[in-house]
Nanobody, 123 residues
């Protein structure tokens, strides 16, 4: 059974940086980050393949966020720089499953989910 546990959320001012981490147990395949702001749907942020060599980003975070992965520790990180108030949301770590190697921005294509961590950016 795959388990995903996020950490690293918090409250920061606009322009600050924050790093989120996701600790995984089991084989997860493609890993991704999604976020959900109050009253909005859960949206794709970034994803990374099993060996960390390929990544995809939402246009809204490209150039500001960096996703990375440590295969030895089975962890994933999201370095968020130049944060904006519109980045405020609950951030979720998600896994597609061990046999899946194709990226997806569709949340329904992710089988495993963490409990989420809150990020709040004040202006």
């Amino acid at each position: 059974q795959v388990q995903l546990v996020e950490s690293g959320g918090g409250t920061v001012q606009a322009g600050a940086s924050l790093e989120l981490s996701c600790a995984a147990s089991g084989r997860t395949g493609i890993l991704g980050w999604f976020r959900q702001a109050p009253g909005k749907g859960r949206e794709f942020v970034a994803a990374i393949n099993w060996n960390g060599q390929s990544t995809v980003y939402a246009d809204s975070v490209k150039g500001r966020f960096t996703i990375s992965r440590d295969g030895a520790k089975n962890t994933m990180s999201l370095q968020m720089n130049n944060l904006k108030p519109e980045d405020s949301a609950v951030y979720y770590c998600a896994g597609r499953g061990s046999a899946i190697t194709v990226f997806s921005r569709d949340r329904s294509q992710y089988r495993y989910w963490g409990q989420g961590t809150q990020v709040t950016v004040s202006s």
